[in-house]
């Protein structure tokens, strides 16, 4: 996987740090400096948890229900991010503006697969692997399954069952349907996930639904 750094308009403009969490190594880095975390899962609020101790002040920005547990007294909770402003300047969605001295991406991961060929005929497109049957097994080619590409879940049990069930598929233990309902099926999937409001990025995160 490779990081994933969405498109905010003003980027190349903005005069502060731009990181993304897997650089990151140290909060050191940010002692006595203003920083904008994008992204609240977990590694967003463990870096913004740990920037906290040294940092001046810390906004996390996200898009999700507001965090229930208590902040730091230097750290508090922004929407989405808008765009950057010259030189300095994070706009959020609801109008609000920081400025910051550093901006860091704590938006995970871009799928990458440079072991398969073209002729494997896997696609990758902002963050969503077709055509996969159950988020596992490739409709054109059902010898191919990809464990473990789900978020938002129980790892390793999840992996297990995975991994179970590509088996069973390979042995002759369990029948796919057709090549068209497998495919009409993964479409459906995607579908029901951007009328639930989801993020194209998010094909693959599970949550409620693992």
Do not use: W
């Amino acid at each position: 996987s490779v990081p994933y750094i969405p498109e905010i308009p003003g980027t190349d403009q903005f005069q502060g740090r731009l990181v993304h969490s897997h650089e990151y190594r140290s909060p050191d880095d940010f002692k006595g400096k203003n920083v904008v975390l994008l992204g609240a899962a977990s590694s967003g609020q463990d870096i913004a948890l740990e920037i906290s101790t040294v940092a001046n002040q810390v906004v996390l920005s996200h898009g999700k229900s507001s965090l229930k547990s208590k902040l730091p007294s230097n750290m508090r909770q922004a929407s989405g991010v808008e765009r950057f402003k010259p030189p300095k300047t994070v706009r959020f969605t609801n109008g609000e503006e920081f400025e910051a001295d550093a901006f860091v991406y704590c938006t995970g991961y871009d799928y990458h697969f440079p072991f398969l060929t073209p002729e494997c005929q896997v696609s990758v497109q902002h963050g969503r692997i077709t055509p996969l049957y159950k988020h596992l097994i490739h409709t054109s080619f059902p010898t191919l399954s990809i464990v473990g590409i789900c978020c938002r879940i129980c790892p390793f049990p999840q992996f297990d069952r995975q991994v179970l069930f590509a088996q069973a598929v390979l042995d002759g233990k369990f029948h796919l349907p057709p090549k068209e309902d497998m495919d009409k099926d993964f479409q459906q999937d995607f579908q029901h996930r951007l009328e639930a409001g989801k993020a194209p990025h998010h094909a693959h995160e599970m949550g409620d639904e693992q």
